[in-house]
């Protein structure tokens, strides 16, 4: 018996084209994602292994671009639609989930804080399925600490003219300088939308700016060897005075903290979603392994102890997906979700570690080896309690929600 994630999810969707990208999604991850999953992450353990022309074919099907805006070459879709969909992903292929989720956040600033200029000009080739996007925040002394970053955007004086056609104005380009440390898709980005200092005012001194991939004097240092996630290649960022135009710098000097703020409630969501993905797939193999495996003369899944503990990590998963999709509906309606955002994604993550951990110890032994999935699952839920902000991060935002 092949034990591996069914996937029979309840769900509901806000249109009847939800349900059509479901069923796409699920046609795709049954014959693209499942059956190149094991190879290529065994293979990306070894040497660098990136998933290329899967986010190509997720691309061509539209699916790199679920929410954002149709005009600029989106799907259009509400939040409660795409996470579902990066869900879905994430039950064949964690690094893949999490790349789709790291691609939509990139484009976030541009959709929401880029003027009209600057998205009729960047949106059309972000979102066109044909481009992948990195995320530059993090640095190698700055991580939860966002307003330690030291990267900087220096004035250089040889911008652009301001003609309008690429969003322009008359101010200079920039210079950047600096490090980024653990970026997905870092050396196969096709951009990398990279926050940096313009100024000394720590939380009001950081900007945002488009970097194009092939922008000279921007470099990569050596994938970094993970536990998990292989196919998602992690690696620094190296800026050598990488020349940026300021029709590339979204939003005003300064205003790249609550850019950056606004987009990670909103790359949250997609690795809750991606976690509950995760934790559904354990499930799934723990409660098959179950039911077939006998001990005693009977199937192991007949003894209450761990039928209860099945139960358990049933409602957990649940538990994580109303979580997220809570959310989800909070911001499609345009109400806050910086707090729910926050909720699902130490729930979710949490769960994802639980669930994996447990599902292991229902396999026993068997759980130990690569002939079942679950000991990978389990070194892929890890990272979802740390990126995107540690837990005891969400936990911080959490409190100052409650307590204001």
Wanted: aromatic share 8%; charged share 20%.
């Amino acid at each position: 018996m092949t034990y591996s994630a069914s996937m029979a999810v309840q769900r509901l969707f806000p249109t009847d084209e939800g349900h059509y990208l479901l069923d796409l999604t699920r046609e795709i991850v049954a014959k693209e994602l499942r059956p190149k999953v094991d190879a290529a992450e065994a293979a990306a353990a070894l040497g660098e292994e990136f998933p290329t022309d899967i986010f190509r074919t997720l691309g061509r099907a539209g699916l790199l671009s679920l929410p954002h805006p149709e005009e600029f070459g989106g799907g259009g879709q509400p939040y409660e639609v795409y996470l579902q969909v990066v869900e879905e992903i994430a039950s064949a292929w964690m690094s893949v989930a999490v790349g789709v989720s790291v691609h939509s956040l990139t484009a976030f600033p541009v959709t929401t804080f880029g003027s009209p200029a600057q998205r009729e000009a960047l949106l059309p080739g972000m979102l066109s399925g044909d481009q992948l996007g990195a995320y530059g925040l993090s640095e190698p002394l700055a991580g939860s600490d966002v307003a330690a970053m030291t990267t900087r955007a220096t004035r250089d004086g040889a911008g652009d003219d301001g003609a309008g056609d690429d969003g322009a104005t008359d101010d200079p380009a920039y210079r950047i300088r600096g490090r980024k440390a653990w970026i997905s898709h870092a050396g196969h980005a096709d951009y990398y939308t990279t926050f940096a200092r313009t100024s000394d005012d720590r939380g009001r001194g950081i900007s945002c700016f488009i970097v194009p991939g092939d922008a000279p004097g921007l470099s990569f240092g050596a994938p970094e060897k993970k536990m998990g996630l292989h196919c998602d290649t992690v690696r620094e960022v190296i800026y050598e005075d990488v020349p940026v135009d300021a029709a590339r710098r979204i939003g005003d000097e300064g205003q790249g903290m609550p850019i950056a703020l606004a987009a990670l409630d909103a790359g949250r969501l997609g690795i809750a979603a991606a976690a509950t993905g995760l934790a559904q797939s354990a499930l799934d193999v723990a409660v098959a392994y179950a039911k077939e495996r006998e001990q005693f003369g009977r199937a192991i899944a007949s003894n209450q102890g761990l039928a209860f503990l099945i139960a358990d990590l049933e409602a957990a998963v649940l538990g994580a997906r109303a979580a997220y999709l809570f959310a989800a509906r909070l911001k499609d309606a345009g109400r806050p979700y910086g707090k729910e955002a926050a909720v699902a994604k130490l729930l979710a993550t949490d769960a994802a570690m639980r669930v994996t951990t447990d599902a292991i110890q229902v396999l026993g032994g068997a759980g130990y080896t690569q002939d079942f999935p679950v000991e990978r699952y389990f070194r892929e839920a890890k990272v979802t309690q740390i990126f995107e902000g540690t837990n005891q991060i969400q936990r911080l935002v959490i409190s100052r929600h409650a307590l204001g």
